[in-house]
T-cell receptor
Framework: AQSVSQHNHHVILSEAASLELGCNYSYGGTVNLFWYVQYPGQHLQLLLKYFSGDPLVKGIKGFEAEFIKSKFSFNLRKPSVQWSDTAEYFCAVNAAGRRALTFGSGTRLQVQP | EPEVTQTPSHQVTQMGQEVILRCVPISNHLYFYWYRQILGQKVEFLVSFYNNEISEKSEIFDDQFSVERPDGSNFTLKIRSTKLEDSAMYFC????????????FGPGTRLTVT
């Protein structure tokens, strides 16, 4: 069975700081990888996804993530965070050919103005 | 922008009662899903539904749970006899038939079993 680990549970940054949130997965086969965001009071929204091709994927709002197959990682990055990035961020995977998502435990990001 | 909607936003029920959680997926989507998140825990997959039948389900989705698409717009999750441990946020999601696998989530229904 696949699993997803997000090591940072709560991250506090000042505006303009750089962000990197870790995500590691455990699965022996081909996976699709996702980052979802949940802003306060809102539903889960897709930030970006990786299926194949260029391992560096760009998403909405200046976010990007890099798939490193050898490390089973899919870390989320943003060079300069804004107060409006305050939210909970979830990494998720599904096995290729399946649709069920396995989520990490989430990282709560708090950006201080 | 089309959205997945869920009703009610909060449901309180007594242990042993049946509950039905309702979802309206995005209109041109053909795959539907239920997930749940117990307070303080991960979001967990329950079931996916396509072409009027279950396509995948997790170990959590036992005989107490059922899903249905009663008409052309609604997708429901029924819990036959609720237990205290069913208290959670339940999320509905939908996706297109294509291989994009992108799932669009609803705002969730908070189920409280007393």
């Amino acid at each position: 069975a696949q699993s997803v680990s997000q090591h940072n549970h709560h991250v506090i940054l000042s505006e303009a700081a750089s962000l990197e949130l870790g995500c590691n997965y455990s699965y022996g086969g081909t996976v699709n990888l996702f980052w979802y965001v949940q802003y306060p009071g809102q539903h889960l929204q897709l930030l970006l996804k990786y299926f194949s091709g260029d391992p560096l994927v760009k998403g909405i709002k200046g976010f990007e993530a890099e798939f490193i197959k050898s490390k089973f990682s899919f870390n989320l990055r943003k060079p300069s965070v804004q107060w409006s990035d305050t939210a909970e961020y979830f990494c998720a995977v599904n096995a290729a050919g399946r649709r069920a998502l396995t989520f990490g435990s989430g990282t709560r990001l708090q950006v201080q103005p | 922008e089309p959205e997945v909607t869920q009703t009610p936003s909060h449901q309180v029920t007594q242990m042993g009662q049946e509950v039905i959680l309702r979802c309206v997926p995005i209109s041109n989507h053909l795959y539907f899903y239920w997930y749940r998140q117990i307070l303080g825990q991960k979001v967990e997959f329950l079931v996916s539904f396509y072409n009027n039948e279950i396509s995948e389900k997790s170990e959590i989705f036992d005989d107490q749970f059922s899903v249905e698409r009663p008409d052309g717009s609604n997708f429901t999750l029924k819990i036959r006899s609720t237990k205290l441990e069913d208290s959670a946020m339940y999320f509905c999601a939908s996706s297109e038939l294509s291989n994009s696998y992108e799932q669009y989530f609803g705002p969730g229904t908070r189920l409280t079993v007393t």
